[in-house]
C-alpha cells in the first residue's frame, strides 16, 4: 500500500508552544486520566520505506513521498516543514525523526509526529485500524498545561542503549526525569520488569495446556504451578526495587 491520506482529520485537546531548551512542545489544554483520548488524527503519510540503514533511502523516500503528492501538493508542503535535526533538510531525514511503525508500513503526522520523547512518557501511540487514523492517549494523570510526551525508543532497555538509539537516530541527548537522575536500580528494574514479561507467555502456554488442551497429568500440572511461581517471584522482586 503505498497513499497520501485523502482527509487529514483532526480531534485535539492539545496547543503547540515554544518550550525552553526544548524547541516546540505539546501542552495538554484540559486535564486527562489514563486512558483518556488526547488526540486523533489521519496522518500525512501511510507507505511503507525501506530502513534508513538501505544504502539508497534517502532517494527511495524522496521518490516515493514526490509519488504520492502528485496531486495533493499541500502534503508536501506539511511534510517539509516537520523538524529535521540534519545539517540538510531532506525527505529521507524528515521521514527517519517522524515516522510511526504500523502494521508494517509507517505512518507521519502533522501534529502527532512534533510530539517529544520522554523515557518515563505520560501518553502513548495508538493506530485506530477502524477509522484510520493515529491516536494519542494517556498513560498518567495529566494536567492542563503539562508538556505530552511520549518514548521514540524500548523503556526497558537501560539507559546507555537509550541513550546511544537516540542519539543515533533522532541525534538528541534525552535529558527527561529518567535519565538525569540515573542509578543503577532504574536500570535492574527495568531489566527485571523486561524478564516478567518475556517470561509471561511460558507461563500462559503452561497454563494453557492444563485448562484448556487437557493435559491434566501431575507434570504438567506442577510445570504450570512452578511457572506461575517463578513468575510471581520475578514480579516480587521488581516490585521490591
Given at each position: 500500500?503505498?497513499?497520501?491520506?485523502?482527509?487529514?482529520?483532526?480531534?485535539?485537546?492539545?496547543?503547540?508552544?515554544?518550550?525552553?531548551?526544548?524547541?516546540?512542545?505539546?501542552?495538554?489544554?484540559?486535564?486527562?486520566?489514563?486512558?483518556?483520548?488526547?488526540?486523533?488524527?489521519?496522518?500525512?503519510?501511510?507507505?511503507?520505506?525501506?530502513?534508513?540503514?538501505?544504502?539508497?533511502?534517502?532517494?527511495?523516500?524522496?521518490?516515493?513521498?514526490?509519488?504520492a503528492c502528485d496531486e495533493?501538493?499541500?502534503?508536501?508542503?506539511?511534510?517539509?516543514?516537520?523538524?529535521?535535526?540534519?545539517?540538510?533538510?531532506?525527505?529521507?531525514?524528515?521521514?527517519?525523526?517522524?515516522?510511526?511503525?504500523?502494521?508494517?508500513?509507517?505512518?507521519?503526522?502533522?501534529?502527532?509526529?512534533?510530539?517529544?520523547?520522554?523515557?518515563?512518557?505520560?501518553?502513548?501511540?495508538?493506530?485506530?485500524?477502524?477509522?484510520?487514523?493515529?491516536q494519542i492517549r494517556a498513560?498518567?494523570?495529566?494536567?492542563?498545561?503539562?508538556?505530552?510526551?511520549?518514548?521514540?525508543?524500548?523503556?526497558?532497555?537501560?539507559?546507555?542503549?537509550?541513550?546511544?538509539?537516540?542519539?543515533?537516530?533522532?541525534?538528541?541527548?534525552?535529558?527527561?526525569?529518567?535519565?538525569?537522575?540515573?542509578?543503577?536500580?532504574?536500570?535492574?528494574?527495568?531489566?527485571?520488569?523486561?524478564?516478567?514479561?518475556?517470561?509471561?507467555?511460558?507461563?500462559?502456554?503452561?497454563?494453557?495446556?492444563?485448562?484448556?488442551?487437557?493435559?491434566?497429568?501431575?507434570?504438567?500440572?506442577?510445570?504450570?504451578?512452578?511457572?506461575?511461581?517463578?513468575?510471581?517471584?520475578?514480579?516480587?522482586?521488581?516490585?521490591?526495587?
Amino acid at each position: 500500500m503505498n497513499e497520501s491520506m485523502a482527509t487529514h482529520d483532526l480531534l485535539s485537546f492539545t496547543r503547540v508552544e515554544e518550550l525552553v531548551g526544548k524547541g516546540k512542545g505539546t501542552l495538554a489544554t484540559r486535564s486527562f486520566e489514563p486512558g483518556d483520548l488526547i488526540l486523533s488524527e489521519t496522518p500525512l503519510f501511510k507507505m511503507k520505506m525501506p530502513p534508513c540503514e538501505h544504502p539508497e533511502y534517502g532517494k527511495l523516500c524522496e521518490e516515493r513521498i514526490n509519488e504520492a503528492c502528485d496531486e495533493q501538493a499541500q502534503r508536501k508542503t506539511e511534510f517539509m516543514r516537520l523538524v529535521c535535526p540534519f545539517e540538510e533538510i531532506t525527505p529521507g531525514g524528515i521521514w527517519q525523526v517522524n515516522h510511526f511503525e504500523v502494521n508494517g508500513e509507517d505512518v507521519v503526522y502533522d501534529r502527532i509526529s512534533r510530539i517529544n520523547h520522554s523515557c518515563v512518557p505520560n501518553a502513548i501511540h495508538a493506530w485506530d485500524d477502524t477509522n484510520h487514523n493515529g491516536q494519542i492517549r494517556a498513560v498518567a494523570n495529566i494536567s492542563e498545561g503539562d508538556e505530552i510526551t511520549i518514548t521514540y525508543c524500548d523503556l526497558l532497555c537501560p539507559v546507555a542503549s537509550r541513550q546511544e538509539y537516540l542519539r543515533y537516530f533522532y541525534r538528541f541527548e534525552c535529558d527527561c526525569v529518567a535519565c538525569k537522575a540515573f542509578d543503577s536500580i532504574s536500570d535492574h528494574r527495568r531489566t527485571m520488569i523486561s524478564k516478567c514479561l518475556n517470561f509471561m507467555p511460558y507461563v500462559i502456554d503452561k497454563f494453557r495446556a492444563v485448562v484448556y488442551d487437557g493435559h491434566d497429568t501431575p507434570k504438567a500440572v506442577t510445570d504450570a504451578a512452578e511457572a506461575r511461581e517463578l513468575c510471581v517471584r520475578l514480579a516480587g522482586m521488581t516490585l521490591k526495587l
